[in-house]
């Protein structure tokens, strides 16, 4: 695989809060083009692994690279003019914004505000459902519009990397079932996409890899139709 | 009714515009930074005291000198934030009220020590019209206009401009502003400057009805206070509400008892209301 194909590289990655420590030496690539999963239980370190890549957090220790070039010391707005964007745990819109200011919100950096009327327009033509909410206060929306705007907020910077925290977390059933959707039709736009989940069935039908994260640390890595098989992730994960 | 109960009401009406300003500079602050500025009059103090010196002392004409006080607290809003709030942003609240309390205390000494405790006039003496048997000061009509055009560019700027939605969105989520590639502290003192800017020109306007001197604030904060809690805390459009509240009860409670009593009436309906709804009455 030539170097330039890969987007994102942790290696050796440490964090955490305080005296707490999160993640211990992380390993872990996304390549151009690809949909990676993370699964793993509740306090693995999954939403601390999103925060640390996103600049939320510092890396204790370890490096960060994105695109060629460091990113493990840059503050989190820093991060997003790199190209990542991140649709953080719960959506986290801005309630008392309307769907549109929460979408021109998403496209701050410079280099976007410069396409706002594009991205805009291609936003509302992914998810139709925004463009009738558009003057709508985003505290307003169902949980699956909801998500939709989140994600469409993220993408509004323009991203080459897509970071999604838990998008499946506290809806309905069958809104899980359409959050996935989306983010099956997030891929074939071309987004690479890095996913958080709990939902370790669901994310595995979407991903092409996925590792799995247990107190820490990595335990497991592979293809997404491998871990499925894989003996203890069906035990553990899967419930077979 | 009453003549002079109408033109007590008017006057009531004209000071409340320039509250409703000041209540809403504070409020901008308390809103998207969350610390209380228990300096705010005392930062105004020094916008009247700016216009004096560079209009009455230097005989700037009075725009130029109005526009600079205008800048010179909103630096002084600037230097608030970095020097006072940034280093103990994380701080408990009770340290940041102490703080910007030690502030109020510095300028006030301050200004004594500048201009010393005479109460000064910058000599504009400006007409009054009688309208309908009513007398009414030109320079209260220019405070309140000139408080609501200033309101008015705040509301459009907040819901127009980038950063002006920007102000808005991390007064509702902190937390993950930076995930929208906002740098958190450009807005912390983007708001500083305008909370300071607001100030300053509550100050230009109010140096046209009284003698400026270094306790001038103290006569001006504890309303404010008062307005911005009965309008909760950061609720914008609360605090402008409450400040034409605040303001009719001094002006009319003026009317019928005393000037002095109308100020202890204005804390006792305070003081019952916030019986009623501790979180301000306009608070959702």
């Not at chain 1, 925004?130 to 206060?137: A, F, I, W």
Request: net charge positive.
């Amino acid at each position: 695989m030539p170097r330039r194909c890969l987007v994102l590289e942790l290696a050796k990655v440490s964090a955490g809060y305080g005296a707490f420590r999160a993640l211990f030496d992380i390993d872990m690539s996304v390549r151009a083009g690809e949909a990676v999963g993370v699964i793993g239980p509740n306090g693995a370190g999954k939403t601390t692994l999103m925060r640390v890549i996103s600049g939320l957090i510092r890396p204790r220790s370890g490096s960060i690279t994105f695109d060629g070039q460091s990113i493990g010391g840059k503050r989190a707005h820093q991060v997003v003019a790199t190209g990542i964007a991140h649709v953080p745990e719960n959506r986290r819109l801005f309630p008392r914004l309307s769907v549109e200011e929460n979408l021109k919100i998403g496209a701050f950096v410079p280099a976007a505000r410069a396409q706002l009327a594009f991205r805009l327009a291609s936003m509302y033509e992914l998810f139709p459902p925004l463009k009738e909410r558009r003057n709508q206060l985003a505290g307003t929306l169902s949980g699956g519009e909801q998500q939709m705007c989140a994600i469409a907020r993220a993408l509004m910077s323009g991203p080459k990397l897509l970071l999604m925290d838990e998008p499946s977390a506290g809806l309905a059933p069958v809104v899980v079932d359409q959050v996935f959707d989306l983010v099956q039709r997030i891929r074939t736009e071309g987004f690479t996409v890095l996913i958080v989940e709990q939902n370790v069935q669901g994310v595995l039908d979407v991903v092409d890899r996925a590792y799995l994260l247990e107190v820490g640390t990595i335990k497991l890595t592979g293809a997404a139709a491998e871990l499925r098989e894989h003996q203890f992730v069906r035990q553990a994960y899967l419930g077979m | 009714m009453d003549i002079f109960l109408v033109e007590a009401m008017v006057n009531g009406l004209l000071l409340g515009g320039v509250f409703a300003l000041l209540a809403l500079g504070l409020n901008l602050i308390f809103g998207v930074i969350d610390v209380v500025w228990i300096a705010y009059t005392e930062l105004m103090m020094a916008g009247m005291y700016a216009m004096f010196w560079l209009y009455a002392k230097y005989h700037w004409p009075f725009l130029a000198a109005a526009a600079a006080a205008i800048a010179v607290v909103a630096v002084l809003g600037l230097l608030t934030h970095f020097l006072i709030i940034g280093p103990i942003l994380d701080a408990p609240p009770i340290n940041q009220l102490l703080a910007t309390g030690g502030l109020l205390f510095f300028l006030q000494s301050f200004a004594t020590l500048l201009f010393s405790t005479e109460f000064r006039n910058i000599g504009v003496r400006l007409p009054t019209l009688e309208v309908a048997g009513m007398f009414i000061s030109v320079a209260r009509l220019l405070a309140f206009g000139v408080s609501l055009i200033g309101v008015g560019c705040l509301y459009a700027f907040l819901k127009r401009t980038y950063w002006g939605v920007a102000i808005r969105a991390i007064a509702q989520d902190r937390q993950i502003i930076g995930l929208m590639g906002i740098d958190q502290r450009r807005v912390y003192g983007m708001t500083s400057a305008i909370g300071g800017a607001l100030a300053g020109l509550a100050g230009c306007l109010l140096v046209l009805q009284y003698d400026v001197h270094p306790f001038i604030g103290l006569s001006f904060g504890p309303i404010l206070f008062m307005i911005c809690v009965l309008g909760g805390l950061g609720n914008m459009l609360g605090g402008l509400a409450a400040a034409f509240i605040v303001s009719e009860i001094i002006a009319v409670g003026g009317f019928y008892v005393s000037i002095d009593l109308s100020y202890v009436l204005a804390f006792v309906v305070f003081i019952g209301l916030m019986f009623w709804r501790p979180r301000g009455v306009f608070t959702r």
